[in-house]
T-cell receptor, first 114, second 112 residues
Framework: AQTVTQSQPEMSVQEAETVTLSCTYD???????LFWYKQPPSRQMILVIR??????QNATENRFSVNFQKAAKSFSLKISDSQLGDTAMYFC???????????FGAGTRLTVKP | EADIYQTPRYLVIGTGKKITLECSQT?????MYWYQQDPGMELHLIHY???????EKGDLSSESTVSRIRTEHFPLTLESARPSHTSQYLC???????????FGSGTRLTVV
């Protein structure tokens, strides 16, 4: 079974600074997808960024980028120029190519301080 | 606008009551899911559907049931609510694995 581990229950960062959220996963599969989701307080969970395991290049979406280390089974999220609106729970998730079941980590609560 | 809707957002009910949590999506997605989320915990899959008349139980043992009579509608029912059912319930849908899931805003259920 696949497991996803987020070792940082809570983090904080000053506005405009950079923060990195950690995620590791365990799988014997070679082909899969990885995702980071953002869940603001009392609001809808939204997709931040995705990575396909067969792609070596790290995904980037504006201020959000990942550091994907396939051999180490690590998938960290870097948020640059943090904004107050980035305050949220962040969930790392794993999904196999041929399976529709998405596995989530326990989440990291990020607070951006003014 | 294409989206996924959950109602109600908040619900407080007494033990033993029957309740149905509604989930509807306007994107035409075949795959739909129900997750249970407790504070500070990961999401646990309780039910999923790959299309009309297709429903399966997820990893987390649940006393709830689901139905999928129409593509856009995936309601979850608790026949007899208990305090242990107090949690947030998230509905999601997907088109393909590449795009991940689209989530609803969730229903926060409290059973007293």
């Amino acid at each position: 079974a696949q497991t996803v581990t987020q070792s940082q229950p809570e983090m904080s960062v000053q506005e405009a600074e950079t923060v990195t959220l950690s995620c590791t996963y365990d799988t014997s599969e070679n082909n899969y997808y990885l995702f980071w989701y953002k869940q603001p307080p009392s609001r809808q969970m939204i997709l931040v960024i995705r990575q396909e395991a067969y792609k070596q290049q790290n995904a980037t979406e504006n201020r959000f980028s990942v550091n994907f280390q396939k051999a180490a089974k690590s998938f960290s999220l870097k948020i640059s120029d943090s904004q107050l609106g980035d305050t949220a729970m962040y969930f790392c998730a794993f999904m196999r190519y041929n399976n529709n079941d998405m596995r989530f980590g326990a989440g990291t609560r990020l607070t951006v301080k003014p | 606008e294409a989206d996924i809707y959950q109602t109600p957002r908040y619900l407080v009910i007494g033990t033993g009551k029957k309740i149905t949590l509604e989930c509807s999506q306007t994107m035409g997605h075949d795959k739909m899911y129900w997750y249970q989320q407790d504070p500070g915990m990961e999401l646990h899959l309780i039910h999923y559907s790959y299309g009309v008349n297709s429903t399966e139980k997820g990893d987390l043992s649940s006393e709830s049931t689901v139905s999928r009579i129409r593509t856009e509608h995936f309601p979850l029912t608790l026949e007899s609510a208990r305090p242990s059912h107090t949690s947030q319930y998230l509905c999601a849908s997907s088109e393909t694995n590449y795009y991940g899931y689209t989530f609803g805003s969730g229903t926060r259920l409290t059973v007293v």
